[in-house]
């Protein structure tokens, strides 16, 4: 596939957010930050309810790259996200991305974010995106 | 104060990457972008450490340079260092990175970074 500059990715939409799928998350990471799990430990931090884990957003933002750059043809290189929103528990992610720079040697420089149900960017970052030598 | 924390992880098998892949809601990827975050290990004791209170405590960003790709049965030796701990306005500005090792070949580094929304100290976390 030939990428251009600013053209999108083929976004990623991941079912609602749920308690149960912290929970697992936690176990599989090894995150033991109650913040996550414990709502009263969340409430005494100030939020209303337990919060998903960053870890969380960047991991669907990896699943949009895997998506659109298939592991046959690419290599990801780096990859960094920063965090800018909480999601909770019933919040819908969309990841997705546009091409920033495509470099002569076929390595394509990627915008993602992450954006919740009401359109707010949660999670954003980007991605350097190496084209496997054949 | 301990500032680097080194650890030897279980060897990589394929059931850690399923569980991993299930419990972010993927099916994509053979080996996870992010399944490094499971070597985490070093930053939560790191931040222990330094009597940081998980209260406050946000993850604001996370960096990955990929220098190898893992295989399964891969030993990792994980090594996590304080990079960076300063305090601006009554926050607290953490960094840690951590390097993965598998076999003596370097496989991956990686950069956290956490604010600690206000300063508070605990006895225990």
Not at chain 1, 13 to 35: F, H, M, Q, R, W
Not at chain 1, 42 to 70: E, R, Y
Not at chain 2, 57 to 78: I, N, R, S, W
Request: net charge neutral; proline share 5%; charged share 25%.
């Amino acid at each position: 596939m030939v990428w251009l500059e600013k053209q999108k990715l083929s976004p990623v939409v991941k079912p609602a957010i749920t308690e149960e799928l912290l929970k697992k998350y936690a176990k599989a990471s090894g995150d033991p930050n109650p913040i996550h799990l414990d709502s009263d430990f969340a409430k005494q931090a100030g939020f209303p309810s337990v919060i998903a884990h960053g870890m969380l957003s960047m991991a669907f933002l990896a699943d949009c790259l895997c998506a659109n750059f298939p592991e046959s043809e690419y290599r990801v290189a780096q990859f960094n996200t920063r965090f800018k929103k909480i999601t909770f528990p019933g919040d819908v992610l969309t990841a997705t991305g546009e091409i920033k720079q495509v470099q002569s040697d076929g390595s394509v420089s990627v915008s993602l974010w992450t954006e919740n149900q009401k359109g707010e960017v949660t999670a954003q970052g980007e991605a350097l995106v190496k084209l496997l030598t054949k | 104060m301990k500032d680097l924390i080194q650890f030897q992880a279980e060897p990589l098998t394929k059931e850690d990457i399923k569980e991993f892949s299930s419990s972010t809601l993927s099916n994509h990827s053979l080996f996870p972008l992010t399944f490094p975050t499971r070597y985490r290990n070093g930053e939560f004791e790191l931040l222990i450490e330094l009597k940081i209170d998980m209260r406050n405590l946000l993850h604001t960003e996370q960096e990955y340079v990929y220098h190898e790709p893992f295989k399964l049965g891969d030993v990792p030796l994980v090594t996590t260092r304080l990079k960076e701990h300063k305090e601006r306005r009554r926050m607290q500005f953490v960094t840690a990175e951590t390097e993965v090792i598998c076999g003596g070949r370097k496989k991956i580094t990686a950069v956290s970074s956490f604010v600690i929304r206000e300063k508070t100290t605990k006895e225990s976390v």
